[in-house]
């Protein structure tokens, strides 16, 4: 069997959206970046610490892990509380309720195709609901649980194993991400879950794996590895070209919100085809009016301790002294003396205002002619 699964959960957010993606994306090779580590190595720690938790048998990966730091244990902490609260809720339901971690899970029956499997983060299973938790270290796309594809494949597997052990009536979802102070939890019955394998999954399942469907460009493209040269992505672009960029005051409110609901898609699509571009010349390919130059760069010490070591022996200090930033000074305290030191001394500003789609989940601002309506 393939280490990858063609119709992979993690993936199946886009090759539900762009069935011929699925085929479309085996003519690339993986190219796995340093954020895709990061989340590995906290997906390791964060097995550990639940692992511990539960007093299993585990070893601390913490020595092996490339970008372990206080952040990521926080993290995994936080995951690892979260975790435990559940299997205690879960408690309530049954005695001994079913924790899985790391559980390889294959929901191939309710698609039709041999070798469809996932790999769950944790699993529990008490009389009645099945729970899945799924671990998100991303910090630049907000994740909701609300009829996300992934978790609801990661259930299906879980149905298959367990339905008829504990005769579960209910399916929750959670999405832990703590970077971006998010929880997201969203529960449904067992029943719409299979009504949406069936109507849903299934038909289009079969249609990702002959290759088939309707190629199509949206926010799923953004993990797709044919997106930098994709033409149904392209001509979803540049549909923005027919405003010829005019300056916003000569556009309509409506061309306005037209525009805005692609302009983050926009600015990543031109990034892509920049990025794919700059590899392809590199490699030998000419683009007419082109060219490949090396870009500016800053002074830096061949070595930072004899330079230390020159200045202070003439006299002179090469430090500068700066206070510790809350994580860093919160670690070398600890949480306790962080908060009987400096509690009373930490504050958290207003984020900066942005406009956003109507479908983030933050509450919306009063803007400033509510604030004159209220008046």
């Not at 102070?181 to 109507?199: F, H, I, K, P, Q």
Request: one cysteine or more; hydrophobic letters at 35%; glycine letters at 6%.
């Amino acid at each position: 069997m393939a280490k990858h699964s063609l119709l992979s959960a993690s993936a199946s957010h886009r090759w539900l959206n762009c069935p011929p993606s699925a085929r479309l994306c085996e003519e690339y090779e993986d190219k796995p970046s340093e954020y895709a580590q990061e989340g590995t190595d906290c997906h390791e720690l964060c097995a550990y610490k639940v692992l511990k938790a539960l007093g299993r048998s585990a070893k601390d990966p913490t020595e092996n892990l490339t970008y372990y730091n206080s952040e990521m244990e926080d993290c995994a902490e936080g995951y690892c509380s979260f975790v435990m609260e559940q299997v205690e809720k879960a408690k309530e339901r049954c005695a001994d309720p079913l924790v899985l971690v790391e559980q390889r899970l294959d929901y191939s029956r309710y698609v039709g195709i041999e070798g469809s499997f996932g790999t769950g983060d944790c699993v529990i299973v008490s009389d009645g609901l099945l729970h899945i938790i799924d671990y998100k270290h991303g910090l630049g796309v907000l994740v909701s649980a609300e009829k996300n594809s992934q978790l609801s494949c990661y259930a299906l597997g879980a149905l298959d194993l367990f339905d008829g052990i504990y005769d579960i009536s209910e399916v929750s979802l959670t999405i832990y991400q703590p970077r971006r102070e998010n929880v997201s939890t969203y529960t449904m019955s067992r029943d719409e879950l299979l009504g949406w394998a069936e109507n849903v999954l299934s038909p289009t399942a079969k249609l990702a794996y002959e290759g088939k469907g309707e190629f199509k460009a949206g926010d799923h493209c953004r993990f797709c590895k044919a997106k930098a040269n994709c033409r149904k992505r392209a001509e979803y672009n540049l549909e923005l070209a027919r405003y010829d960029f005019e300056m916003p005051a000569a556009l309509s409110d409506e061309e306005v919100a037209s525009i805005l609901t692609k302009a983050d898609e926009l600015v990543a699509w031109a990034g892509d085809v920049r990025d794919y571009a700059l590899q392809k010349a590199l490699s030998g390919t000419k683009f007419t009016g082109f060219k490949v130059v090396e870009g500016r760069s800053n002074r830096k010490y061949t070595d930072e301790d004899a330079a230390a070591k020159a200045v202070s022996d003439a006299g002179y200090s090469p430090y500068e002294q700066k206070l510790l930033g809350i994580t860093a000074m919160s670690q070398m305290l600890g949480k306790k003396k962080f908060e009987e030191l400096l509690g009373g001394l930490v504050y958290k500003p207003p984020g900066k205002l942005a406009l956003v789609p109507e479908s983030d989940k933050r509450p919306a601002m009063n803007t400033a002619i509510n604030d004159f309506k209220e008046n």
